[in-house]
């Protein structure tokens, strides 16, 4: 677990230029591509392996916990939508993220 916590604090500082650098967007697909592969080394036993997927679980966290709000808040705001709504859905997220 804790290399899966360093992996995010490490790349968690690089996450955020990249999406700016290649778009949002794609960064949100590679985030998808990163989870499943991280998942998908849980079946296998070799130590090299899991490490690797506990790495891109913590990359794969990184993004979720900051592109996909920026994401949203841009969609929110381009769209031209009540502050309120976007006030509400965050914290939506926040307290139903935590049960």
Known sequence: FVSGFLSSAV?????GGLA??????????AFCLLYALSCG??????FNILFAGRILGGVSTSILCSVFEAQMVHE???????DEWLVKTLSYMTLLSSV
């Open 41 to 46: 080394t849980k079946h296998f036993s070799d």
């Open 20 to 29: 700016d650098r290649v778009g949002r967007k794609k960064v949100c697909l």
């Open 11 to 15: 790349f968690g500082t690089l996450v």
């Open 76 to 82: 929110h705001k381009h769209n031209a939508y009540p």
